[in-house]
């Protein structure tokens, strides 16, 4: 597995749902340390031309931090996460992880729908805005109790 610098405005300015600072490890996205090789070994010639003993030298590192990715990413979604869309629209709310994650859907601040999905599925979603046609389930489905009260049924005028 590589991992990528990214510069995560650019990676994420095209995705439909907005990926807040807060969110970023969720879509794998983390914080590294690197060696900035050439610097690194300007340093170390400087060292040298100065005496430094060459016991020392290895010692001697130019380091930055900066975001990656992983490829494949690894994601680290957590029960809460609120994914808003770009558009204002709503978003996404990740309700409760097992073998699936189940998300639920948010329009004017109410919950009108949930799926279970895998998390490259939720990420795809994330990216492109389309909601997956296979992975909706009823309130009743739901992991969570409380979706029984706040999600919406499919067709309105079939109340559960």
């Known amino acids: 597995m590589r991992s990528k610098i990214v510069d995560t405005k650019k990676h994420f300015q095209d995705w439909y749902f907005e990926i807040r600072p807060e969110l970023l490890a969720a879509l794998g996205v983390t914080r590294r340390e690197y060696i900035d090789r050439e610097k690194t070994k300007s340093m170390r010639e400087a060292a040298n031309v100065e005496g430094i003993p060459k016991g020392r030298l290895a010692s001697i590192a130019v380091k930055y931090s900066a975001h990656a990715v992983d490829n494949p ?8 996460d609120i994914f ?8 996404l709310q990740v309700a409760e992880i097992k073998d699936k994650i189940e998300v639920w859907v948010l329009s004017d601040n109410r919950y009108i729908g949930a799926h279970r999905v895998n998390e490259h599925e939720f990420a795809d979603w994330l990216k492109s805005g389309r909601e997956p046609t296979h992975s909706r389930i009823s309130r009743n489905e739901s992991w969570k109790e409380l ?3 706040y999600i919406l049924p499919p067709d309105p005028t079939n109340e559960v």
């Open 147 to 149: 979706a029984k009260f």
């Open 84 to 91: 808003y869309s770009k558009n204002g629209s709503g978003g």
């Open 73 to 80: 990413p690894q994601y680290d979604f957590h029960e809460g």
